[in-house]
């Protein structure tokens, strides 16, 4: 299927690594000039080399969105690199480590930061053109720990807060064709990841959780979410306005047959 993507531009975050990464390949595929934005300037200068290189019109920005300005200072390269996108990715997200269901209120404000509120940023500086073109596509990386408890509580919370806030902007804009949408994987294998990790660390948990958890009986493959994402940004997706997309192999407990 031709996605309708050639020569669109892209600003995915989070990806230098895992879904990020696998994202940026996927749109990179179609055509898509893509700017990538992580921490770490060594992931992205291989990922860009994987997509093409510069000659292909891909870029990185390497910068920490969680600091006081890391937005901006995303917000300013992007518009300097190729002028408002077309596309955008909100991939970056994580619980940041603060697992503690009683933990500070600063611990659920960081965690809402980096989840929530750097994609309202990034969304809020680039819809409007966006509106004035009538082509926009901008898609969440949330989590199935929007929907049910699979995560420590400050991170389900923001990531049932993201889905909200497409389900709900997403009306607003969809009559100028800008599409707001939401991935939410399960547990998806990528390399160094904690399942990566675990697996060596502790390969039975990993068996018992793959066969309890798990009506796949394995984990996701990145290219699954991947490729998703890629439809959810195409002339493809016009008619899915705020929709929030379960891509998790089973593992929701609503998912779960009947022991009795």
Avoid at 28 to 55: C, F, P
Avoid at 56 to 66: P, Y
Wanted: aromatic share 8%; with cysteine; proline share 3%.
């Amino acid at each position: 299927m031709d996605l309708g993507l050639k020569n669109r531009t892209a600003l995915v975050t989070g990806a230098g690594r895992g879904l990020g990464e696998g994202i940026c390949l996927s749109l990179a595929r179609e055509g898509v000039r893509v700017l990538a934005a992580s921490r770490t300037a060594s992931d992205l200068e291989g990922l860009v080399a994987n997509m093409g290189g510069a000659q292909a019109g891909h870029s990185f920005l390497e910068v920490d969105l969680a600091s006081d300005g890391g937005v901006r200072e995303l917000i300013r390269h992007t518009t300097d690199t190729f002028g408002p996108p077309d596309i955008i990715v909100n991939n970056v997200g994580g619980n940041l480590g603060f697992t503690n269901p009683l933990g500070d209120v600063s611990e659920w404000r960081a965690v809402f930061r980096i989840n929530v509120e750097v994609a309202i940023e990034i969304n809020q500086a680039f819809i409007p053109a966006m509106q004035e073109r009538r082509w926009g596509r901008i898609c969440h990386v949330s989590s199935i720990a929007a929907l049910e408890n699979q995560g420590p509580p400050s991170y389900c919370a923001a990531k049932n807060a993201l889905n909200s806030y497409v389900r709900s902007l997403g009306r607003y804009v969809a009559k100028d064709n800008v599409i707001l949408t939401s991935v939410m994987p399960g547990a998806v294998f990528t390399e160094g990841g904690y399942w990566d990790v675990t697996s060596k660390n502790n390969p039975a948990h990993v068996e018992k959780y793959l066969k309890e958890r798990m009506a796949i009986n394995r984990f996701g493959r990145v290219e699954e979410i991947s490729e998703l994402v890629a439809f959810l940004c195409s002339e493809h997706s016009s008619f899915c306005v705020g929709t929030c997309v379960l891509a998790d192999g089973g593992q929701g407990r609503v998912f779960y047959p009947s022991m009795e």
